[in-house]
């Protein structure tokens, strides 16, 4: 049985409801492939702390109860999924914007913007309107989704945060109750940043120990 708090491995497959429109996967016969057949990305399982909302709140609650080893589908409200659309996230643009980064934009695109997926409802010369609203946003979303196991093993845990939070892995020693994050100096405001939700997580309390940079072997 599953409880808020337990890290777990779990394959999972999003569609829109009512269509077959994958949008989100981690099962490699499920991802969308190219023309020669082969997936666009990698594919694994993924590792999570249940109750953290590292996916959808509506999927997170949902895995609480569960048991390993058996399959299960939910459907999820905007509310729960990806939020509803939010008229205040539509904005207009100039154009010029996008012509010095030289991009044209089209009706229909999606592209990112400082940072964030967006997509272009419309433009002329001089203005473009671009949604900035989760490209989910509003819809109606379901999971089939299968936990694999309950992940017990602390390295693990420390590197699927890692995976989540920082999108890379550095080097750890776990002292007592102190996690000590072996990085170089630059990337010290990152481990600082994080550090409350390792320990809201782990409960372990956070530091990060300065190792020299691999620029310097000069």
């Excluded at 999972?12 to 989100?24: A, P, R, S």
């Excluded at 030289?102 to 203005?127: C, F, T």
């Excluded at 020693?173 to 996690?179: P, R």
């Amino acid at each position: 049985m599953i409880n808020k708090n337990d890290f777990i491995e779990i394959e999972f497959t999003g569609k829109i409801k009512g269509t077959d429109e994958i949008f989100d996967t981690n099962i490699k016969e499920d991802m969308p492939t190219t023309d020669n057949r082969q997936p666009t990305t990698e594919t694994k399982p993924f590792i999570l702390s249940v109750g953290h909302k590292m996916l959808p709140v509506g999927f997170d609650d949902d895995l609480i109860g569960k048991e390993t080893g058996k399959s299960y589908e939910v459907t999820l409200k905007p509310e729960v999924a990806f939020g509803k659309r939010n008229p205040q996230m539509i904005r207009m643009i100039p154009t010029k914007h996008f012509h010095e980064q030289k991009i044209e934009p089209v009706r229909g695109m999606q592209l990112a913007l400082d940072g964030q997926l967006v997509k272009i409802l419309s433009s002329d010369k001089g203005r473009t309107l671009v949604d900035f609203n989760n490209p989910l946003a509003g819809k109606e979303v379901t999971y089939t989704y299968k936990i694999n196991k309950i992940v017990t093993d602390q390295k693990e845990k420390v590197n699927a945060l890692q995976d989540f939070l920082f999108r890379k892995q550095f080097e750890f020693d776990v002292d007592d109750k102190t996690l000590i994050f072996k990085v170089e100096k630059q990337f010290e405001p990152y481990i600082k940043l994080f550090a409350p939700k390792f320990e809201e997580i782990l409960g372990l309390k956070v530091e990060s120990k300065l190792t020299e940079s691999k620029n310097n072997n000069h």
